[in-house]
Each structure stands twice: as structure tokens, then as C-alpha cells.
């Protein structure tokens, strides 16, 4: 088999890949729940789910962003934090 450390999962940009594609399910689901809430609201005006879509976008890139920043190591598994070395810069 493969060792380990040099399994196609070690490449970051597969396990970035990974990553991105389990958030963006998880949060994919979420979205079209309350889309579908708010489209099928009979109070709220049609609108309102085309700017909550819009919303949805920007704020999905911002917390993955986040998301790398706080736990680079789901992305890069050669960084220096797998390596023993913690990185103090990161908040």
C-alpha cells in the first residue's frame, strides 16, 4: 500500500479539494433550507431569498477564508504544525 505521508491524501490540493467540497455541502444544505423557507413565506416578498442568495455568497467565501486561517493543517498536511512547529501567529 501507500506509506504514510505520501498518500494522494499528503497533496494539499487534494485535501483542499476535500475540505472545500465537505463545507460547501454542509453549508449548501443550510442555505437552501432557508432559501426555500423564505420563498415559500407568504409574508416575505419574493426578493428577500434572491438577496439572502446574495448575501450567502460573499459570507460562504469569507468564513472559508476564515476557516483556512484558523486550521491550515486540513489544507496542507506538509505545513510546520504537522511537523511539531505551531504556528503563534494565527489568532
Known sequence: MVEKGNGWLSH????GMLVFSAFR????????????G???N?????WTSL????FSMVFSR????????????LFDS??????GKVDQTTP
Open 42 to 46: 407568504d409574508a416575505a416578498p419574493w
Open 51 to 54: 438577496i439572502f442568495l446574495a
Open 62 to 73: 469569507w468564513l472559508f477564508r476564515r476557516l483556512k486561517q484558523r486550521w491550515p493543517s
Open 78 to 83: 506538509r505545513n510546520g504544525i504537522q511537523e
Open 25 to 36: 455541502a454542509v453549508y449548501g444544505i443550510g442555505i437552501l433550507v432557508v432559501t426555500y
Open 38 to 40: 423564505l420563498a415559500t
Open 12 to 15: 494539499p490540493l487534494v485535501r
